[in-house]
C-alpha cells in the first residue's frame, strides 16, 4: 500500500506528487492542465534501487540509484547511473499487488507504460 504525499508546486517544474511503500516510490509530474506529464516509478529499495522512467515527448529511461552513501562520514547526494535489463514482469506484477488502491488512471498508466517498454525493447 502507496502512501500518498500532496501534489506539490515546483517552482520552473511540474508540479508532482511522491507516493512511496517499502518497496518502491511513485513521483508523477503533471502538466499545467492537469493531465499527467510522466512518472518515475523506482523500485528495489533498499536493496538494489532502480529507477523506471517516462516523460511526455521524452520517452523513457532505466537507470540505478547510487544513493551516495559510500561512507557515514561522506554521504553524497543521490544519482541515476546507466543500468541494463528491466525486470518488467517483475515490476508490473508487483506493481499490481501494491497499487491497488491508486486511482485507476494512474495505475493504467503506469502498467500500459511498461508494457509499452517492453515493447518497444523488442522491437
Same mark, same amino acid.
Given at each position: ?12 517544474? #511540474?508540479?508532482? *506528487? ?13 502538466? =499545467?492542465?492537469? *493531465?499527467? #506529464? ?19 515527448? #521524452?520517452?523513457?529511461? #532505466? ?14 547526494? =543521490? ?7 528491466? =525486470?518488467?514482469? *517483475? ?11 491508486? =486511482? ?20
Amino acid at each position: 500500500m502507496f502512501d500518498r504525499a500532496a501534489r506539490k508546486p515546483v517552482r520552473g517544474d #511540474h508540479d508532482r *506528487t511522491w507516493l512511496s511503500d517499502d518497496y518502491f516510490d511513485l513521483i508523477v509530474w503533471y502538466s =499545467p492542465d492537469d *493531465t499527467i #506529464h510522466g512518472f518515475q516509478l523506482c523500485y528495489g529499495k533498499p536493496i538494489w534501487e532502480r529507477a523506471f522512467t517516462w516523460r511526455s515527448g #521524452h520517452g523513457f529511461s #532505466h537507470m540505478q540509484v547510487d544513493d551516495g552513501e559510500v561512507a557515514a562520514w561522506g554521504n553524497q547526494t =543521490p544519482i541515476l547511473l546507466p543500468d541494463g535489463t528491466f =525486470p518488467a514482469e *517483475t515490476v508490473a506484477a508487483e506493481f499490481r499487488r501494491r497499487g491497488t488502491e491508486l =486511482p485507476p488512471q494512474l495505475r493504467e498508466l503506469v502498467l500500459g507504460k511498461i508494457a509499452e517498454y517492453v515493447h518497444t525493447q523488442n522491437v
